[in-house]
């Protein structure tokens, strides 16, 4: 399990407006190294200006980010190289196969991609299976996006994963795979910082929740994959209207 004394994905103070409209305010944030993450909130809450902050494609106006000891806005390639970033709809070359993709994109990267040692156990790992890997991905649903978007970073063996509303959209079963995909992720140590406004989702495959309210946390709690606590009084609690943000 991780260990809260080193902090992956940490985040000070940041505030953050777009014009009158104040997003992040005071939002402090720190995950250990092996952790999931989920990051709770309503439409319009900060959630992807948040993983934009670490991404480095936003500058916070206020406070700091930092991943893996990396300031994103000071050195933004040297923190895209830590990690992976799934957003709500992964972008592929279409007409290539996902193992094209897969080798394509480790190409761009500058990484290792021998088909044996990296990119068949990176697939094997998120269960893409022999006769879908040589598919093109045009036809992929987006939970099989997904898969080759995390085999890609299970492939570059990247310290962190940050992914934008990866259950919206998902099937059950779909949802299910994707739960233990992040599972496997974490037992390679990697750490994942998600952005969900759904609940359920959060409960069933996170370490902690962070409930982002008015721009900043407004409570944390340890789920442990949703067995250690009462999802239904926490859905009761986080459906109460008070001092929600509009979207
Ligand atoms: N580049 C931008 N310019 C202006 N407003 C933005 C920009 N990015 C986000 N916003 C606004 O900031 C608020 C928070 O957006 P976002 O971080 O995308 O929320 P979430 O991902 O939680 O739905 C929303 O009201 C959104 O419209
Ligand atoms: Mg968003």
Do not use: W
């Not at 994109?105 to 156990?121: C, K, M, N, S, Y």
């Not at 080759?148 to 259950?167: C, Y």
């Not at 009462?230 to 008070?242: G, N, Q, W």
């Amino acid at each position: 399990m991780h260990d809260r004394g080193e902090s992956v994905l940490e985040a000070r103070h940041l505030r953050q407006s777009y014009g009158a409209r104040q997003v992040l305010d005071d939002l402090s944030l720190d995950i250990g190294r092996g952790e999931i993450y989920a990051l709770l909130g309503g439409n319009g809450a900060g959630k992807s200006t948040t993983l934009n902050i670490f991404l480095g494609f936003v500058r916070p106006d206020s406070g700091s980010a930092r991943l893996c000891g990396i300031d994103p806005s000071a050195e933004p390639d040297r923190a895209r190289a830590m990690l992976a970033y799934v957003p709500e709809n992964v972008a592929l070359y279409e007409h290539l196969s996902a193992l094209e993709n897969v080798d394509y994109f480790l190409h761009l990267a500058g990484a290792d991609r021998d088909r044996e040692t990296v990119i068949d156990p990176a697939l094997d790992a998120v269960g893409l299976s022999a006769d879908a890997r040589d598919r093109r991905v045009g036809g992929f649903s987006k939970g099989m996006r997904q898969k080759v978007a995390i085999a890609l970073a299970l492939a570059r063996h990247v310290p962190v994963l940050l992914l934008d509303e990866p259950t919206s959209g998902l099937d059950p079963r779909a949802t299910g795979e994707f739960n233990a995909l992040l599972q496997a992720a974490r037992a390679r140590n990697i750490t994942t910082l998600m952005a969900t406004h759904d609940l359920l989702s959060a409960a069933a495959v996170a370490d902690r929740i962070g409930f982002l309210r008015d721009g900043r946390l407004d409570e944390e709690v340890a789920a442990g994959g949703g067995a250690r606590f009462d999802v239904e009084a926490l859905f009761r609690r986080y459906s109460e209207p008070r001092g929600r943000a509009a979207a």
